[in-house]
């Protein structure tokens, strides 16, 4: 078997898991990128957090610290049932697992979840709902959005997520 890697370059990869896992120095505010601290207090775009109840890879007690490290005044964290993959990619039409809302300001995953309100099947017609509401007027775009001496990647969602 072949190890399964992230389609970065080495570097990029290094410096990822050097500052976001070993050091953990985006959520202590010690992140520096080009010679800036990040602050994600500063962040105050509307937000929807998804974390899943048995994700092993983005823990929900992580994804909620997070959640509520950013400035955002609009903001909502939803916890949806079974893991990293099956939880987040679950089209409504599978008819499967849950997901858990809390209108509530909670200090914590667990007092989140002690007043959690469990809906049946995907959380994506939540998210809908949710985005549709952040809508403001639509303008068309102008231009082409391809540098000059570029070439068109291809219609979405590209060639990267069919790389095996």
Request: net charge neutral.
């Amino acid at each position: 078997q072949g190890l399964m890697t992230a389609c970065m370059p080495a570097r990029v990869h290094h410096f990822y898991l050097d500052n976001f896992y070993n050091a953990n120095r985006l959520a202590k505010g010690a992140m520096v990128l080009a010679g800036e601290t990040l602050d994600l207090g500063k962040i105050a775009v509307p937000a929807y957090h998804v974390a899943t109840k048995e994700d092993h890879i983005a823990p929900p007690q992580s994804v909620y610290r997070g959640a509520t490290m950013l400035g955002s005044k609009d903001s909502t964290f939803i916890l949806a049932g079974s893991g990293h993959i099956a939880g987040v990619v679950n089209p409504p039409a599978a008819g499967k697992y849950q997901y858990w809302t809390n209108m509530s300001d909670c200090s914590s995953l667990e007092q989140f979840v002690a007043g959690a309100t469990q809906t049946p099947g995907s959380w994506w017609p939540d998210w809908i709902d949710w985005i549709g509401g952040q809508e403001g007027d639509r303008i068309e775009a102008k231009g082409a959005r391809i540098p000059k001496g570029n070439q068109d990647l291809g219609d979405a969602p590209g060639t990267y997520v069919r790389t095996r």
